[in-house]
Nanobody, 125 residues
Framework: VRLVESGGRSVQPGGSLRLSCLVF????????MAWFRQTPGNEREFVAT????????KYADSVKGRFTISRDSAKSTAYLQMTSLIPDDTAIYYC???????????????????WGQGTQVTVSS
């Protein structure tokens, strides 16, 4: 299973971006999908997740109301729509896939078997 993120770039505060995560191999429709992010010297932190059927989503408090996670099974792709971006959103964003859809644990990075290589998002004026 291979995950490939795209869409990261530099943007001004208040701007918007949409990240994409294309999944090759495996069974995309069975995976919970998530986005995590990491800055230098810090642990990878949870951003958002969506269950295999798209019915349940969870968000970190820091992005709630600004970010939206979604998925398109026909395209084997997960998305992260980011709006009202702030400098603290600057990070490498990683996509992850999880065969278990146990909602209470979907914010835990240890639950995810497959990871992408990351895409850089920089929010700066």
């Amino acid at each position: 299973v291979r995950l490939v993120e795209s869409g990261g770039r530099s943007v001004q505060p208040g701007g918007s971006l949409r990240l994409s995560c294309l999944v090759f191999g495996g069974s995309f429709s069975a995976y919970a999908m998530a986005w995590f992010r990491q800055t230098p010297g810090n642990e990878r932190e949870f951003v958002a997740t969506v269950t295999w059927n798209g019915r349940v989503t969870k968000y970190a408090d820091s992005v709630k109301g600004r970010f939206t996670i979604s998925r398109d099974s026909a395209k084997s792709t997960a998305y992260l729509q980011m709006t009202s971006l702030i400098p603290d959103d600057t990070a490498i964003y990683y996509c992850a896939a999880n065969k278990n859809n146990y909602v209470p644990d979907l914010h835990l990075k240890e639950e995810y078997e497959y990871w992408g290589q990351g895409t850089q998002v920089t929010v700066s004026s």
